[in-house]
């Protein structure tokens, strides 16, 4: 097998293209290669997708940073009106955080995914999560992920009273030692659902 890595710049600027629902937009590694998109010493995300109707599986994102507050995000998801965006056995890693998934993305599906070891230590405790969501509209699941480690939270679903917090499922997860790498070990819970507002759907 060839292992392929990338320095992600590019893809921090964002995955600007939209498929259709009969026809996906698939970002995947060539059969036989590894593809790894290594986010280097760039607070910006690793990888950044603002269309609809895409696909990004089987991809290794990491940050390659010898200094954790020098990496950015793994995945962030943000644009208004985005829609239907599947994340499919990726591995992500490394990174200050590992998945952002705001509200301004809907229908959105995780599935089958490693996150492990994202975040840094800050002086009062452990930042970044293996997965910060918020929503608003449509779904956003979370489907047989294995998530452990790192130095805050694992599955965090949280915002201010401004914030959404709504039709968000967890089926099927491992999460394991959220905040074992902090050295206050404060924040460390696997799981966090709830906001300013009250979680629903």
């Avoid at 998109?37 to 109707?53: A, F």
Wanted: one cysteine or more; hydrophobic letters at 40%; aromatic letters at 8%.
């Amino acid at each position: 097998m060839k292992k392929l890595t990338f320095v992600a710049a590019a893809l921090a600027a964002g995955l600007a293209v939209s498929g259709t629902a009969a026809a996906p937009i698939i970002l995947r590694a060539v059969p036989g290669q590894r593809a790894r998109l290594d986010g280097g010493t760039s607070k910006n995300p690793i990888l950044t997708v603002t269309g609809s109707y895409v696909w990004i599986w089987g991809l290794e994102i990491f940050s390659s940073s010898t200094t954790r507050s020098d990496r950015g995000n793994g995945i962030w998801l943000n644009t208004n009106g985005q829609r239907d965006i599947k994340l499919i056995n990726l591995m992500v890693h490394n990174a200050s955080q590992g998945m952002s998934l705001w509200s301004g993305a809907r229908d959105v599906e995780v599935y089958g995914c490693i996150v492990f070891h994202n975040g840094n230590q800050g002086p009062e405790r452990g930042h970044g999560h293996s997965a910060y969501v918020q929503n608003r509209d449509g779904k956003k699941i979370f489907r047989d992920n294995i998530m452990f480690g790192g130095f805050s939270y694992g599955l965090h679903c949280y915002g201010s009273s401004a914030a959404y917090v709504r039709g968000i499922e967890a089926i099927g997860n491992v999460f394991i030692s959220a905040g074992a790498l902090s050295s206050t070990k404060g924040g460390g819970l696997n799981i966090y659902m709830g906001a300013g507002s009250p979680a629903e759907g």
